[in-house]
């Protein structure tokens, strides 16, 4: 590959400088080309600051493009100048999109020694954008071995920190074998690799591509960097890359050292200007001036630094060649739905793979399109930015607001395509056990819920050992907080999936049985936690809410989602529930009962016709244990012989004499529905209402026919759990309602 000429007639030299100076003028004054209107405001405030600035950058740059031969640093007071005026305006400003190319042809051209070449490069912080010509230019003097082996490595640290600056990317791709030839150089090899990764298409996956790359790795070992560019290479062509390669890697690649990332978040911040978003802006040619974060910058889709004339050109064009294969249609055209469906074969995606999450018409095409590279790319990028930006993983990390900002994004992302995403899993395994369960809670524990199941063999080691070290040593709110998340974890379990009655699987399928396995190994965790914690807070009505709320999922789940799995709750949440002082927490513990009742008679039916769902069968000890708690309730509810008659081994089942050492009167009935602390309370309402001149309430009255008013009574304050479960368990009762149904039709 030849070096492009850079020597130029002093006429062809004038005209570049006033060209220069023109728009280095119209940065100023405007704060950069493509976004004159959005910082004019900002940038007035400061234009006296900035004259001094300016004038002082455009003489650097004049004088630098000037130098022709070797220049020492060393008592050279005028370089020194100017290198000090182009690094206090990359600091203060960033450097207009003209500046690049002076400065990395200067940088890389060999004129001065690496102690001027390291200043400048590490001065290339951008304030809006890096022209992909300039960036071209400065890869073409890599040819030539003018700077030294240092330089270059830093100068592909650089490449690689501002890739997402860069306006446009096709000229970069055309030269992607060049970069690939620098693999054989073992210093330079992990970072080509990492802007290999970045630049790689399908057409770029060659066999002699992948030769080398086998050819490296054996010669190297397993190294990270080369593993990550074959995975991306065996989506693009499997049949080609025929090793095993690790399904995940927890790191692909280092990130590049360097000032650039912390300075181009400070001249972001500085130069922050309001600026209103609407979705065609969002989708369309406007470049974002706030970016507080890395992740942030990446959020967004970058706008071609182009005129806009230009792309509206290329608007028209692709019209025209609307269904044409050989034409990529780019996302910052894509603004309607229409456009998607008409062009979902011929996207190209950006190269900030964070833009994806916030855009609906990407995740839609994600949705349709089981792209393996999209999510290769959008695993790596995630899995970096999570390990970076982790606020209690990085000492020197306090911006935990932002941080919680994008892992909103990325839940909302997880919902809108109804899965989680492998790096969110991997970051909660890694930095659980290190979290102190108050930095960002809402967020872990709602990326919590979307925990893939796929991966659920290690899910005992690395979510449910860290997460009950918390929960028991945390607040009755966190407690709570973790139920719902860990219901809202099963539910999204059996919503992605849900198994057909007519499916194929049979019992014998380990896919299905690890489901089952899964599941039940969560309702177990759920079910011990939940009893410990009830001991440790007092049975609190308000943590009982949540944990029976958890088996209302629990109860259903042959019947609504098809799994042939119940697990009834333990005594230590029955118990509780069912002595409850809250009427709201019975009621729930009665509907639960009833949703039970109605699946294992679903399930018991099937059996009988031999209607099997995947052959698999409760268990006895299901049957038992439902039917023990059954006549708990009924004797606690209806009989008043719960202490007599209750079966379960940790039930309310007392020796008479001991009953008789508590002297409480009336204890048989101490539980009934009109005794029962829970039910006291309508039992009161109830007789004010039959008896008003009664002062004293005598509930003995309630029997009989007042018996069945009370229940009407009951029935019409909203309990409805306890209503279906007493018209299901109780005989009397089912068969009054059944003939007041028929007679109802009749």
Not at 198 to 215: A, H, S, W, Y
Not at 472 to 501: A, P
Not at 525 to 543: D, K, Q, R
Not at 677 to 692: D, E, R, W
């Amino acid at each position: 590959m030849k070096r492009r000429q850079s020597s130029r007639t002093p006429k062809q030299s004038l005209q570049v400088r006033r060209k220069s100076q023109t728009d280095l003028s119209a940065w100023r004054k405007g704060g950069g080309i493509d976004s004159e209107k959005g910082l004019q405001n900002h940038q007035s405030a400061n234009d006296q600051k900035y004259d001094s600035q300016e004038g002082s950058l455009e003489q650097a740059l004049s004088y630098l493009e000037k130098v022709q031969d070797c220049v020492a640093l060393k008592k050279n007071t005028l370089l020194q100048k100017h290198l000090d005026a182009v690094e206090s305006t990359a600091l203060q400003q960033g450097l207009p999109p003209e500046g690049f190319e002076i400065l990395l042809n200067v940088a890389l051209s060999g004129k001065f020694a690496d102690t001027v070449n390291t200043r400048l490069l590490k001065s290339l912080i951008p304030a809006s954008v890096i022209p992909e010509n300039s960036v071209v230019t400065a890869v073409s003097w890599l040819c030539v071995s003018k700077c030294s082996g240092n330089i270059q490595l830093l100068f592909l640290k650089w490449l690689i920190t501002v890739f997402d600056f860069i306006d446009q990317k096709e000229q970069l791709h055309a030269i992607y074998g060049f970069f690939f030839s620098f693999l054989q150089d073992e210093k330079m090899c992990p970072y080509v690799c990492h802007l290999l990764y970045l630049l790689t298409r399908k057409e770029n996956v060659k066999p002699f591509r992948i030769r080398m790359l086998l050819d490296l790795q054996a010669k190297m070992g397993m190294q990270s960097h080369l593993q990550a560019l074959l995975s991306l290479y065996k989506v693009f062509c499997p049949e080609q890359v025929t090793i095993t390669l690790p399904a995940k890697m927890k790191t692909f690649f280092k990130n590049p050292e360097g000032p650039w990332k912390a300075a181009i978040t400070a001249v972001r911040q500085r130069n922050q200007g309001p600026s209103p978003m609407s979705q065609a802006v969002f989708l369309g040619t406007y470049q974002p001036q706030s970016r507080k974060r890395k992740w942030n910058a990446q959020l967004v889709i970058p706008a071609s630094s182009r005129n806009t004339n230009y792309l509206e050109e290329d608007r028209q064009k692709s019209h025209v060649c609307l269904y044409s294969t050989n034409r990529s249609f780019p996302v910052e055209q894509l603004q309607t739905f229409p456009q998607l469906l008409q062009n979902i074969h011929h996207l190209e995606f950006p190269s900030q793979m964070g833009s994806v999450l916030t855009n609906p018409l990407l995740l839609h095409y994600m949705n349709c399109v089981k792209d393996e590279s999209i999510y290769l790319r959008l695993y790596y990028w995630m899995g970096q930015m999570l390990q970076e930006e982790c606020t209690w993983s990085m000492v020197d990390n306090t911006c935990e607001e932002e941080f919680k900002s994008f892992l909103e994004t990325v839940y909302k992302s997880e919902c809108f395509l109804q899965e989680g995403f492998p790096a969110c899993e991997e970051f909660l395994y890694k930095t659980l056990p290190l979290w102190d369960g108050f930095c960002c809670r809402s967020q872990i524990l709602k990326l919590m819920s979307w925990i893939p199941l796929n991966s659920a063999s290690d899910i005992k080691s690395y979510l449910y050992d860290p997460l009950a070290q918390l929960f028991f040593t945390s607040s009755i709110y966190f407690k709570c907080s973790v139920i719902e998340s860990l219901k809202e974890l099963l539910q999204n379990w059996l919503n992605c999936n849900m198994i057909q009655v007519d499916s194929e699987l049979s019992s014998s399928n380990s896919t299905f049985s690890g489901l089952v396995n899964v599941v039940a190994g969560l309702v177990r965790f759920v079910g011990w936690i939940s009893t410990a914690a009830l001991h440790l807070e007092n049975n609190s009505t308000f943590l009982l809410y949540f944990i029976l709320d958890f088996y209302g999922t629990v109860c259903d789940m042959y019947l609504k989602y098809n799994l042939p799995l119940l697990i009834m709750p333990p005594p230590g949440v029955f118990y509780p529930a069912l002595l409850s002082m809250d009427s709201v927490n019975l009621n729930q513990l009665c509907y639960i009962m009833y949703r039970y009742r109605t699946n294992l008679v679903a399930a018991k039916k099937n059996e009988l016709s031999k209607k099997k769902i995947l052959q698999f069968k409760f268990s006895s000890r299901t049957y038992q244990e439902y039917n023990q708690y059954i006549i708990a309730m009924v004797g606690c509810l209806w009989t008043s012989s719960a202490f007599q008659k209750d079966t379960h081994p940790q039930g309310l089942c007392m020796d008479d004499k001991l009953l008789s050492k508590t002297a409480v009167k009336e204890l048989k009935t101490s539980f009934n529905i009109v005794y029962h602390p829970a039910m006291m309370g309508y039992s009161v309402q109830f007789l004010q209402q039959i008896c008003p001149d009664d002062t004293i309430f005598n509930f003995k009255l309630i029997k009989g026919k007042k018996w069945d008013w009370y229940l009407e009574y009951l029935y019409s304050q909203g309990l409805e759990g306890l209503k279906v479960f007493i018209e299901s368990s109780i005989s009397r009762v089912s068969q009054a309602s059944r003939s007041k149904a028929e007679n109802e039709e009749a």
